[in-house]
């Protein structure tokens, strides 16, 4: 199983990124769960959105409700995460994971003026 996640980088504050993270080896659809954590500087990883399998339901920290979204794409097998309106604090890398058994590689986002 592999997970590649891509999208991150550089953004002003307010403007907006879309991560994403293409599974390989494992159907999105049959995962527990498909979700993003991130981990800022000198802070412990945290959990940001996932999509539950068993319902479909979407969850988000409450950091980022009502500015990001997450999807699943199952022609593509890839998860997104929209993010709307960040904030300097967004800052961090961004790690897509199944069910927190898989994790990708991670991606940097960085909001800065």
């Known amino acids: 199983v592999q997970l590649q996640a891509s999208g991150g980088g550089l953004v002003q504050p307010g403007g907006s990124l879309r991560l994403s993270c293409e599974a390989s080896?494992?159907?999105?659809?049959?995962?527990?769960?498909v979700g993003w954590f991130r981990q800022a500087p000198g802070k412990e990883r945290e959990g940001i959105s996932c999509i539950n399998k068993r319902d479909g339901r979407t969850y988000y920290g409450d950091s980022v409700k009502g500015r990001f979204t997450i999807s699943r794409d199952s022609a593509s097998n890839t998860v997104y995460l929209q993010m709307n309106s960040l904030k300097s604090e967004d800052t961090g890398v961004y790690y897509c994971?199944?069910?927190?058994?898989?994790w990708g590689q991670g991606t940097q986002v960085t909001v800065s003026s």
């Open positions: 080896g494992f159907s999105l659809q049959n995962a527990y769960y």
């Open positions: 994971t199944l069910a927190s058994v898989y």
